[in-house]
């Protein structure tokens, strides 16, 4: 089999796996929803009713699909990566104290600071923890030692902080399974591992599509952080060097723009992006304005 019937296999292989472990966790989670329905119930930016069961679904289906192909030990740490994004992503979902305005990376971290540790906190570190674990396991090593941990660190640093700013995405419907099925991309020609994370997404996100753009479902931290993680899991292990740093770059100046820039109000003034943003999502309604509780919310937790 040549490289690219390799790597079409290994997509469409990891499409379907994530696709039928989507959802069929869904409806496990609808059928007996752990803690009842209620705890899974957020109100979205029309002020109406949505259910967070889409953002553990899509975890495990992602995680699923990693499984099903490239080398085990890179497999395996894309899995590690986003497994652990997605847990402690559903920690902060579940257990975030609502009665603190601490918003934001920089909330979060001045906090720890403080000596005060939020839900949010607890996922930054847990996030970063697993993320550099991953990064060990998953590193080919090319060179010397320096050259070995310096990858090592590149690699956790951008696994973190795209599993972060997907987050910061997932301020609209369809917004974040967008960018992450666009962003896993480019480098799902590069290897099987990477094709497979690419299909690994896009069966997850066409599973999760329909209820998310209808806004009956929303991603929430456990989702986000999780397909965030997998494509910067799958830029890690799948990129060069050069294309790894300046990814990571890219990801680190927009998580400081996301403190002072509303990425909401550029997607609207930039005429493409607002096209894209708005495919497939239900129209807005005149003179509505987003709820302060809302998932939509912007400002909302890293």
Excluded at 87 to 110: I, P, W
Excluded at 257 to 285: K, N, Q, Y
């Amino acid at each position: 089999m040549t490289a690219r019937g390799s790597r079409g296999g290994a997509l469409l292989r990891a499409g379907l796996v994530a696709a039928v472990v989507t959802t069929t966790a869904r409806r496990l989670l609808e059928t007996d929803p752990p803690g009842g329905a209620a705890r899974w119930t957020r109100t979205n930016h029309r002020g109406e009713p949505v259910s967070m069961l889409e953002g553990p679904a899509v975890a495990a289906g992602l995680v699923a699909g990693a499984l099903a192909g490239g080398e085990p030990r890179t497999r395996g740490a894309v899995a590690l990566a986003t497994a652990g994004a997605g847990a402690f992503g559903l920690v902060d979902d579940l257990a975030e104290d609502t009665s603190t305005r601490t918003k934001g990376l920089r909330g979060h971290l001045g906090a720890l600071a403080e000596g005060r540790l939020t839900t949010g906190g607890l996922k930054v570190l847990g996030i970063g923890a697993t993320s550099m674990l991953a990064a060990a396991v998953g590193t080919r090593r090319t060179g010397g030692v320096l050259g070995h941990a310096t990858d090592v660190v590149v690699n956790g640093a951008l696994v973190a902080g795209t599993a972060n700013l997907l987050n910061l995405l997932d301020l609209r419907p369809g917004r974040a399974l967008k960018a992450a099925v666009a962003l896993s991309a480019p480098p799902a020609a590069g290897s099987v591992g990477g094709s497979a994370a690419a299909g690994a997404v896009a069966g997850a996100a066409a599973l999760a599509a329909p209820g998310d753009l209808a806004e009956r479902d929303m991603l929430g931290d456990g989702g986000a952080n999780a397909l965030g993680a997998l494509v910067g899991a799958q830029w890690a292990f799948g990129a060069p060097r050069g294309a790894r740093v300046l990814a990571l770059g890219a990801v680190v100046g927009l998580t400081l723009a996301s403190e002072r820039v509303s990425f909401s109000a550029v997607i609207d003034r930039t005429p493409w992006l607002h096209r894209l943003d708005r495919l497939g999502r239900r129209p807005a309604e005149p003179g509505a304005k987003a709820t302060a509780a809302g998932p939509a919310d912007e400002g909302a937790p890293a």
